[in-house]
């Protein structure tokens, strides 16, 4: 069978890869998925869909969708249960550790170093990222919409889903909108029935309501232990969990719950966070990173203690959840009831990848035609040219710097 028989397949058997394997496709990507958690979708569909058929397109919709559903840093979580798919728990830490650790890295030192990102050199290099943010949605839409919305019913869910989005920006609307979409499946929508052929994941019902049992544990007890001890680096650990708990539609929901935590409470000056803010929009993996940022000025005697500590935390509680739903909706997708949720689920992950190119992601960043311009001929290189999205990254990063200072 070749690679795209398997591609249009409806199921794709996990298979044992090294970690190492996984951690180094998880580092590359670490490196140099830009464009926030939308974008790091289209990457991971991509790298784990496309070209090394690790998931089939349902399978990815699948975990994608739980994602969406669940609070915490979405893009996070689907590379966490990749990695665990594909070599077991190792597989996940890998996949996980490898994707955070550049951007991590980068904003730990920057915040030892607080330069302000700041002047037309700065800006247009984060323009350009900005730009092939764009081109990688765009082409995760035509490619998502292809096999997730085959037929006008799901089509014009899409639309809808994508319309609500764009009308209504409130915090919960995603969650909403997957739940209408779920409604409309059930009402409208034919099951899937070749998703009876679930999948396997090495994670048991015993380990489900463990890692349940430690989520509702933690959330409890960090800000009791913060009341009685006073210890500023369970201050750290409590302030950043019960972020990563509460935060529902993935990096940029985190910010301004990041925002009220630290800067409303005086851990962190205004000024600073921003800066922060403009390094974490400069990076590449995930927008939870930030944490490494704020966790070093929470704790300035050891910066690297509360940079590790507020990563830990801010993702922990999203990986708890994802181990503790995933083996009741392995269940639940046996279901003809739950195959027809699933559906329009499906077409309303489309109508998010939507409303998210229209939205915060094309609206913040075409201004021109030259913009317009330089994202067309970015999708081109990927999209008709199947070319790397690294490319399409330093492409647009250097037109952006020339157009500049032309």
């Given at each position: 069978m070749t690679k795209e028989e398997i591609n249009k397949a409806s199921y794709v058997a996990p298979n044992n890869a090294s970690v190492l394997e996984v951690f180094y496709l998880f580092l590359k990507l670490g490196l140099?998925?830009?464009?926030?958690?939308?974008?790091?979708?289209?990457?991971?569909?991509?790298?784990?869909?496309?070209?090394?058929?690790w998931l089939a397109d349902a399978q990815f919709s699948q975990l994608f969708a739980l994602c969406q559903v669940l609070p915490g840093p979405a893009s996070s979580q689907l590379g966490f249960l990749i990695g665990l798919n594909r070599s077991g728990l190792m597989g996940a830490i890998a996949a996980f550790t490898a994707f955070t650790l550049p951007s991590a890295l980068l904003l730990f030192f920057f915040a030892l170093a607080v330069p302000m990102l700041d002047g037309p050199l700065a800006e247009?290099?984060?323009?350009?990222?900005?730009?092939?943010?764009?081109?990688?949605?765009?082409?995760?839409?035509?490619?998502?919409?292809?096999g997730l919305c085959p037929d006008k019913r799901r089509k014009l869910l899409a639309l809808m889903a994508a319309a609500l989005l764009l009308t209504f920006n409130w915090p919960f609307m995603q969650l909403?909108?997957?739940?209408?979409?779920?409604?409309?499946?059930?009402?409208?929508?034919?099951?899937?029935?070749?998703?009876?052929?679930?999948?396997?994941?090495?994670?048991?019902?015993?380990?489900?309501?463990?890692?349940?049992?430690?989520?509702?544990?933690?959330?409890?007890?960090?800000?009791?232990?913060?009341?009685?001890?006073?210890?500023?680096?369970?201050?750290?650990a409590a302030v950043f969990y019960q972020s990563g708990s509460l935060v529902f539609g993935g990096g940029?929901?985190?910010?301004?719950?990041?925002?009220?935590?630290?800067?409303?409470?005086?851990?962190?000056?205004?000024?600073?966070?921003?800066?922060?803010?403009?390094?974490?929009?400069?990076?590449?993996?995930?927008?939870?990173?930030?944490?490494?940022?704020?966790?070093?000025?929470?704790?300035p005697n050891l910066p690297w203690l509360g940079a590790l500590t507020a990563l830990i935390f801010v993702f922990l509680p999203g990986f708890l959840l994802v181990v503790a739903v995933f083996p009741f909706w392995q269940q639940l997708i046996e279901h003809q009831v739950a195959t027809k949720?699933?559906?329009?689920?499906?077409?309303?992950?489309?109508?998010?990848?939507?409303?998210?190119?229209?939205?915060?992601?094309?609206?913040?960043?075409?201004?021109?035609?030259?913009?317009?311009?330089?994202?067309?001929?970015?999708?081109?290189?990927?999209?008709?040219?199947?070319?790397?999205?690294?490319?399409s990254v330093a492409f647009c990063v250097l037109a952006s710097v020339i157009l500049t200072f032309l």
């Open positions: 140099s998925a830009f464009g926030g958690p939308v974008a790091h979708v289209a990457y991971f569909r991509k790298e784990f869909v496309e070209r090394r058929a247009a290099l984060i323009h350009g990222l900005k730009l092939s943010a764009v081109a990688i949605v765009s082409d995760a839409l035509l490619s998502m919409s292809r909403i909108v997957l739940g209408l979409g779920a409604a409309y499946g059930f009402a409208f929508c034919k099951p899937l029935t070749f998703l009876s052929q679930s999948y396997s994941m090495a994670i048991s019902r015993s380990t489900a309501l463990l890692a349940l049992s430690v989520f509702v544990f933690l959330f409890i007890l960090l800000p009791v232990a913060v009341m009685f001890s006073g210890i500023n680096l369970l201050q750290v940029h929901v985190v910010l301004p719950l990041l925002q009220q935590a630290t800067v409303d409470s005086a851990y962190i000056d205004s000024s600073v966070f921003m800066a922060g803010y403009g390094a974490t929009q400069a990076m590449p993996g995930p927008m939870f990173s930030f944490a490494s940022f704020l966790g070093a000025y929470m704790q949720c699933l559906a329009g689920l499906n077409a309303t992950v489309v109508g998010i990848l939507l409303a998210a190119l229209l939205g915060p992601i094309a609206s913040s960043t075409l201004f021109s035609f030259y913009d317009l311009g330089l994202a067309a001929t970015a999708l081109i290189f990927i999209r008709g040219l199947k070319l790397s999205p690294l490319l």
